[in-house]
């Protein structure tokens, strides 16, 4: 069983930045593929960004593309989420998961172990 902590989330202006961690325990997630995701009021769970295990690769969705960085430090078993030029329509909680397949996955099945998550409001 692995627990995982989302912090970092908070209100800030359009245009700006916060930095995402998820802090995992019970058990070392540096051979699992990891991904966030986010959930906006009164619509369903999507996809943000995944890191593979194997050499790092990461995978965005194409909204955050070229905004939003994922990154790992194995040392310290957690995850990061760097989120730059930050939009009102990015608002939503954001939760990190444990990948369950070998392949990176973009599907909430994809994902066997989550975080309560953390809330994000973007004001315009």
């Known amino acids: 069983q692995v627990q995982l902590v989302e912090s970092g989330g908070g209100l800030v202006q359009a245009g700006g930045s916060l930095r995402l961690s998820c802090a995992a325990s019970?058990?070392?997630?540096?051979?699992?593929?990891m991904g966030w995701f986010r959930q906006a009021p009164g619509k369903v769970r999507e996809f943000v960004a995944a890191i593979s295990y194997v050499d790092s690769t990461t995978y965005y969705r194409d909204s955050v593309k070229g905004r939003f960085n994922i990154s790992r430090d194995n040392a310290k078993n957690t995850v990061y989420l760097q989120m730059n030029t930050l939009k009102p329509e990015d608002t939503a909680v954001y939760s990190c998961?444990?990948?369950?397949?070998?392949?990176?996955?973009?599907?909430?099945?994809?994902?066997?172990?989550w975080g309560l998550g953390t809330q994000v409001t973007v004001s315009s």
């Open positions: 998961a444990v990948g369950g397949t070998y392949y990176i996955g973009t599907r909430e099945y994809d994902y066997k172990y």
């Open positions: 019970g058990r070392t997630v540096s051979n699992y593929n």
